[in-house]
């Protein structure tokens, strides 16, 4: 595995790991403003895709699996653009029915 692959390996959530009712078993995909895990809806007991905003340049997790904004004022203001552009996409696939 290349270095940079591992690097953001390094930044995703760990396979397993519980948040809201699902449970996430794989990274299955990585750009540079988010995440996109496999993932299984505990109560539906089906797999789905969860993505999770996180540019790399303006942000980074804790050790609480928390991701803050980061770097001057600009970055920050960006930060909080790209999340809202971010949830107004959400909400347009949350009303999509596929199957």
Do not use: C
Request: no cysteine.
């Amino acid at each position: 595995m290349a270095s940079t692959e591992m690097e953001n390996l390094l930044k995703s959530l760990p396979d397993g790991f519980h948040i809201a009712g699902f449970k996430l078993k794989k990274v299955i995909g990585q750009g540079g403003f988010g995440i996109t895990y496999l993932a299984l809806d505990e109560s539906l007991e089906q797999e789905v895709a969860i993505k999770e905003y996180y540019p790399r340049e303006f942000a980074n997790r804790d050790s609480t699996f928390t991701i803050h904004a980061v770097g001057n004022v600009q970055d920050k203001e960006t930060f909080q653009w790209g999340l809202s552009r971010f949830l107004d996409e959400a909400r347009i696939l949350a009303k999509l029915n596929h199957p």
